[in-house]
């Protein structure tokens, strides 16, 4: 038996990928950057074995077993790597005949719009990998087969996936603008509204926005490529006012063309809009922008903001939006929020006592807060990781 286990990052675009040119090959209407986060806080963790004695292709997907053979997005992932091992390998390591167990858990929720399909893909991608033994830099062409955005998180920092021109997809990669050690301070607040499974696939809604939207082909041909730019730029000068403006402009169209779409996607709820209007009434509070929002083809928030202020921010947001369970210790989840890190006095004081007051919503509209920051690509783990029992081939 040959055994292998890995964990992979979400991303969360700034420049959204939304519309394919090509339905099988998974290629984009438009290049997209995104922001990887800590596997310390949201990861995929896979395990994939081979051997000589399993009878069937195999797959369980947060404790629950789910089709193999059947799901043509996974098998288009399986047979590119085998041939990619062939092309690559000098000696395989193992017949490609043999049968695959594999075994895959999020530790974020499934499906609710907080990209658990790139971490998910990415995952398989670089495990199947390192079980063929190839690390190429194709992978991300890979990855992108099982979901677009997946080839994203086979990089740490901040990724642009450029979209390509080529009818078979061999330029439509993902290639990293900076590491996460450029931009350490750059922290995210994850605002969950609903953890749920979405209404609306994303791979839906995108097919439908292709066919319907005349929104969606201005913004690829005449906004993206601007922003793209004039991101990058911000990125590598860590601006933080420029990347912040053009993160949520670019989230404001991308879900005025889910509503552009006919019949409309809707994605983002009354709380979503709630956490809008709460953050520019923040900024404009403390007189500079210190939070963007970005959503993501769901009602949760991602809100970044640096280091230094997330505190006050943490503070302000349970301000706003008042919950019950704001004491627990499982509503603010991942890193410890230092309340010292501030070098000055708290702005949420200053707004309260000040002639400016934050909107005030009802109790428990947010069902907890996710606090990460930007963090490297997918990481080897040692066996005794292994989501595999090795002697009986089956998830512990």
Sequence with gaps: MFIETCIAPVNI???????????????????SLSMTLSTDEMCAK?????????????????????PFEDNPRIMRCLKALQRLALAKCESLKFP????????????????AGLASSAAGYACLVYTLASLYGVQDEELTAIARQGSGSACRSLHGGFVRWHKGEASDGTD???????????????????????????????????????????????????????????????IKQRDFQTFAKITMQDSNQFHAIALDTYPPCVYMNDVSHAIVA???????????TRVAYTFDAGPNACLYVLKEHVSSVVQAVQTSFPNDA??????????????????????????????????????NLLKYIIHTKVGAGPQRLAKTDSLLNSSTGLPF
């Design 278 to 288: 709460f953050v520019h009434a923040y900024n404009a509070a403390v007189g500079q």
């Design 46 to 66: 896979t395990t994939a074995s081979a051997c000589a004695t399993y009878k069937e292709q195999r797959m369980w997907l947060n404790g629950e077993e789910v």
């Design 172 to 234: 439509s990669i993902a290639l990293p603008v900076v590491t996460s050690n450029h931009w350490p301070n750059m922290h995210v607040l994850i605002l969950v509204v609903n953890d749920a499974r979405k209404k609306t696939s994303s791979t839906k809604g995108m097919q439908r926005a292709v066919e319907t939207s005349d929104l969606i082909k201005y913004r690829a041909k005449q906004c993206v490529p601007e922003r793209i730019n004039a991101i990058t730029e911000a």
């Design 326 to 363: 704001a004491s627990s210790v499982e509503y603010v989840k991942g890193i410890p929020v230092d309340e010292e890190a501030s070098p000055s006095a708290s702005p949420t004081d200053a707004i309260l006592n000040g002639n400016f007051v934050l909107p005030t919503n009802e109790h």
């Design 13 to 31: 675009a700034l420049i959204k990928y939304w519309g394919k040119r090509d339905e099988e090959l998974i290629l984009p209407i438009n290049d």
């Design 96 to 111: 490609l005949e043999w049968k695959l167990h594999i075994v895959s858990r999020n530790n974020f929720p499934t499906a």
